[in-house]
């Protein structure tokens, strides 16, 4: 009788022994899993990270084909007649890095992949000779009379996905004049 007790009891701890290693188990299990989630997510938000840096990088290529149009047809810029060019500083400058987009009037858009974008003229600068190296900076042709200038455009693009937002920015260098 004994040892049928004893056998009982063995089986019990068994048992409840086996139940501790399943609890021990499954809460390694739940971690992993949890871990797992977060990962994804972690994946998940870099990919919509990396999707909207490289819409607003499309965005300043978008600018800059804009800049080269407005540029080759030889008119002189105006807001006004509707070209997407403001001014850096005075009189129409706009803040597209501080301000809010919807009180700029004229932007670039590509609405389908969330891409906007602004142009600002800077104006006309010169580019003095780098100095002791024998190689220069200068723009435009040597007979030209704008030999030495460069006409700057500040570029800034931004693309949003999924509540998220990026600006970027760039400088485009033009010999010719606008």
């Known amino acids: 009788m004994r040892q049928g007790k004893q056998r009982k ?3 019990g701890s068994v048992l409840v022994l086996a139940l501790v290693f399943l609890l021990v188990v499954g809460v390694l299990a739940m971690t992993g899993m949890e871990n797992a989630v977060l990962e994804t997510r972690m994946v998940a938000g870099s990919s919509i990270q990396e999707a909207v840096l490289s819409n607003a990088e499309q965005g300043l290529k ?3 084909r804009a800049i080269i149009a407005e540029v080759a047809d030889g008119q002189l810029l105006d807001i006004r007649d509707r ?3 403001y001014p850096v500083e005075g009189a129409g400058a706009i803040d597209p890095v501080s301000g809010d987009w ?28 780098a100095e002791g190296t024998g190689s220069s900076l200068l723009m435009g042709s040597q007979e030209s009379t704008d030999a030495g200038m460069a ?6 693009s931004r693309a949003e996905l999924n509540g998220t937002m990026r600006l970027v920015q760039s400088v485009y260098v033009s010999a010719t004049a606008p």
């Open 83 to 85: 070209d997407l060019f």
């Open 151 to 156: 006409h700057l455009f500040l570029i800034t």
């Open 9 to 11: 009891e063995a089986r």
């Open 102 to 129: 919807s009180t700029i009037p004229v932007t670039g858009r590509d609405s389908a992949r969330g891409i906007e974008y602004v142009i600002q003229y800077a104006g006309q600068v010169s580019i003095p000779a």
């Open 62 to 64: 978008l600018a800059e």
